[in-house]
């Protein structure tokens, strides 16, 4: 495999999938160097999410929305706040179906890069009228502040066109300017706020220097790269709509892994694995390496909505993407005994055993649990899929994320952890990776 071939590939959909079943085969056969797979927990965990699904949505399964940040922007205290449907009805909002996607694109692009791991303790509160509406942390939270700041005209140059994302005010911006949006002090401090800052700001240098994607320097103007290249009925290939997000997005994540025979070319969130690379009976470079792009991965499901429900396009998934490996999945696993970890030093448990350890997402522990975190929400999909009489078609992997996988992940962890619905091992985050 070539150099270009091999970034190629492990800038690919299909690789992440591939080399997390690698991964996950390996700790199924007792071969990996942390952790340890239970199949008969697998029923267990089948169960537990089919419940969630029949206890919150019956047997309609058309009403289970994909895994995306429009989600997260309907929360409530006493009531359902739907603040989408809240801006759509906005003088402001435009009003041609390409227009609206656009503008929603420039929402959720930005959010997403701002949903990283916010830590145990942070939450914003919604105050409208001088009264609190609501109150929330983590993904919710992170979606409401990012909202208003977006309603706010917090992302645009342009004073007399608030609802949009430009390169400009991107540049502009400063972890200070941030902090005071996402209210946090001293009292109500923020993991990563530095490196949430410094992705944006990379992302408006990102737009500039592919004007050929993005035209105006707006997020939201890669439709009108892409509208000319959709097939006959407005059909947009997945893998169109990855390669061009990811040819955009590449120059804003941290250099982490590199190829020596490429050591310009951005990897994205790729990682080394040691128990893969001994795997190997003869390694050629990048052969021990496990490509997850989980934020990119987020964006890609959450752009997706808009592109179908506003600008009117279909999307055709193909293979489709993987499940996300992040803390609330793959911490649905380890509450439930299906993963076990082993053999970590006493260093990944500053607050003692009886704590959850901290591990970075560097630590071959982590790498292990991500991959081993892809390659089991396939196999818990179609459990799911087998347990309800449905087709995998029917009931799709971006709705078992959404409605089961990380909802489940973030109840179990509430009921074993209730003092802070922490995840069962901490991830150390800069706020580029989760």
């Keep these: 495999m070539s150099t270009s071939s091999t970034v190629e590939y492990l800038r690919s959909l299909g690789a992440v999938r591939e080399r997390s079943n690698q991964v996950f085969n390996l700790i199924v056969e007792g071969k990996a160097d942390h952790w340890d797979w239970h199949e008969d927990k697998l029923a267990t965990v089948v169960d537990f999410c089919a419940d969630l ?4 949505f019956g047997t309609d399964f058309d009403k289970i929305p994909p895994h995306c940040r429009r989600n997260h922007f309907t929360t409530s205290s006493n009531g359902t706040i739907d603040r989408v449907a809240a801006l759509k009805s906005d003088p402001r909002f435009p009003t041609s179906p390409v227009e609206q996607a656009r503008t929603l694109i420039d929402l959720y692009i ?4 701002l949903d990283a791991g916010a830590g145990n303790t942070w939450t914003y509160r919604e105050v409208l009228d001088g009264v609190e509406v609501w109150r929330g942390g983590r993904s919710e ?27 400009t005010a991107l540049k502009g911006l400063t972890a200070a300017k941030l902090a005071k949006h996402m209210q946090v002090t001293d009292t109500n401090p923020m993991s990563g706020l530095d490196g949430r800052a410094n992705l944006l700001i990379q992302l408006g240098a990102a737009l ?9 320097g707006r997020p939201g103007d890669i439709l009108y790269f892409l509208q000319p290249q959709l097939k006959s009925g407005n059909v947009l290939p997945l893998t169109l ?3 061009t997000l990811f040819a955009l997005l590449a120059p804003i994540w941290p250099a982490r892994t590199t190829l020596s025979s490429a050591p310009g070319e951005v990897l994205g969130d ?22 997850f792009h989980k934020l990119t991965q987020w964006l890609c499901y959450s752009l997706l909505e808009p592109i179908e429900s506003s600008a009117g396009w279909h999307v055709d998934r193909g293979v489709g993407q993987t499940g996300l490996p992040e803390y609330r999945n793959g911490g649905l696993l380890v509450d439930h005994g299906l993963l076990t970890v082993r053999d970590l030093p006493d260093s990944a448990y500053p607050n003692g055993r009886d704590a959850p350890p901290v591990l970075s997402p560097s630590d071959p522990a982590v790498v292990e649990w991500r991959a081993a975190t892809v390659a089991a929400l396939d196999k818990i999909h179609k459990g799911i899929c087998a347990k309800l009489s449905v087709t995998t078609q029917q ?9 089961s996988t990380w909802k489940g992940g973030r109840e179990i962890a509430k009921a074993k952890r209730p003092a802070t619905g922490g995840p069962p091992i901490e991830i150390i985050s800069d706020g580029t990776v989760f």
């Design 53 to 56: 699904l029949s206890r919150d």
């Design 110 to 113: 930005m959010s997403v890069l």
């Design 141 to 167: 939270g992170l979606a409401v502040a990012s909202f208003h700041m977006f309603c706010g005209g917090a992302f645009s140059s342009d004073p007399n066109e608030p609802l949009r994302v430009d390169s």
């Design 208 to 216: 500039d220097a592919r004007r050929d994607i993005v035209r105006d």
């Design 241 to 243: 709509f990855w390669d």
């Design 270 to 291: 790729v990682w080394p694995c040691p128990s893969l690379a001994r795997s190997c009976a003869t390694r050629k470079e990048g052969d021990d390496l496990v490509p």
């Design 395 to 403: 009931l799709q992997l971006a709705q078992v994320l959404e409605a």
